[in-house]
């Protein structure tokens, strides 16, 4: 079983950037292809991006594609979100996700995950 912390969320003005961390502990850390997710008020969560064990293998959803980087340090068992140009449907909260499985053809399902941190606020001002 892996624990996961996100931090880096905030209060950011609508153009500007975020880096969202999500640290894990309890189990080896390559064990567990990660992702993001994002949930709105009102709104269903959804995927925003994914990485593979080994960092090789990235996938975005469309509406953040050459927007925000996913990353992860292996050595720091630590996964990362860079932001830029953030706008105002960006706001959201941002968990983090993780399991041992990786399929192509449900990554950006949120029930293909097992583990889950507690999500970080991002708030984008106009």
């Known amino acids: 079983q892996v624990d996961l912390v996100e931090s880096g969320g905030g209060l950011v003005q609508a153009g500007g950037s975020l880096r969202l961390s999500c640290t894990a502990s309890?189990?080896?850390?390559?064990?567990?292809?990660m992702a993001w997710f994002r949930q709105a008020p009102g709104k269903e969560r959804e995927f925003v991006s994914a990485?593979?064990?080994?960092?090789?293998?990235?996938y975005y959803a469309d509406s953040v594609k050459g927007r925000f980087t996913i990353s992860r340090d292996n050595a720091k068992d630590t996964m990362y979100l860079r932001m830029v140009s953030l706008t105002l449907e960006d706001a959201a909260v941002y968990y983090c996700?993780?399991?041992?499985?990786?399929?192509?053809?449900?990554?950006?399902?949120?029930?293909?995950?097992?583990?889950w941190g507690q999500g970080t606020q991002v708030t984008v001002s106009s």
């Open positions: 996700a993780a399991d041992p499985t990786f399929r192509l053809s449900d990554y950006v399902k949120p029930s293909l995950y097992s583990y």
């Open positions: 309890g189990d080896t850390f390559t064990r567990y292809a």
């Open positions: 990485i593979s064990w080994s960092g090789d293998y990235t």
